[in-house]
């Protein structure tokens, strides 16, 4: 295996590692935040994981030019607009109508950036989103897909996934990835609190276990993720992280029935295969025609 091909799958790896936290963190939190408004879990949320990077990655963020600065804050505002859009729109919809809707970056991503390059990515990534946008479908086939403001607000976080992954794909190369994420989650912070000082009055008392879920989601839910997806876009591309992160559909499924005993219905079992079945066309599948290339090369050498 190459180099290149090498730091790809480490980076598939990473992104994979993000849908894992993504999809089993609002399970595991979902009884833990009574006590405290939506917005100002977001912002106290945020403002955790910022002071997580810094402490961590501080320095860093001041190496980077003024102009990366401000162009990676911004990048963070367009992941926490795709956030508010998404607690806001939970007070008009179901919870499976946004996951489904959100999910679709999974085609929005590919299709951006097959008209951005005008470069097709190749069949094997148009059979493998289809797969996953069939599994995603398959996961929601039991909610009413009805549209109004939350269904809106749910594909507007969805577009706003799709620019985010786009933009840290643009400004990651070449650039520390670290220092990156520390603006990022600057502008994320930023954003999220305005937001919430203008719309909701600062909880007067937030119980423990709203505490230990706004640890738990600001340092292992977002101040990793973050980290890990911003590093992990340096080697792999927009396509890939779109397709690896519709699997949190599927990791949420599996820690549903395994921590609060949601049932394994056949239904899930068989979207969740052809997720899986999706992202391993879009990993093996080029692979595996490279080395059936090299195999027929040393072939006709020999002959």
Known sequence: MDRNRLYMLLG????LLVALIWGTTNVVIRDALEGITPLWFCGLRFAIAWATVMIFFGKKAFLLPREMRLKSTLVGMVFICAYLCGAVGLLYTTAGNQSFLISMSVVLVPLSVWIITKKFPGWHVVLSVLLCTAGMVGLMLDVDLSVNLGDLLS??????????????QKYVRGVDPYALTCWQAFGGMLLAVAAAAIFEPF????????????????????????????????????????ILLSTSGVFGSVAGVMFIGEPMTFRIFIASAM?????????????????????????????
């Open 275 to 303: 997720i899986l079945a999706g992202v391993m066309i879009v990993e093996a599948l080029p692979a595996l025609r490279k080395k059936y290339r090299e195999n027929g090369a040393k072939g006709g050498q020999l002959t």
């Open 155 to 168: 594909f507007a976080s969805c577009v706003f996934v799709t620019i985010y992954i786009l933009l840290v």
């Open 12 to 15: 598939d790896l990473g992104i």
């Open 203 to 242: 909880p007067a008392h937030i119980p423990l276990k709203a505490w230990l879920a706004l640890i738990h989601t600001g340092t292992i839910g977002f101040a990793l993720t973050l980290v890990i997806q911003t590093v992990a876009q340096k080697y792999t591309n927009a396509t890939h992280v779109a």
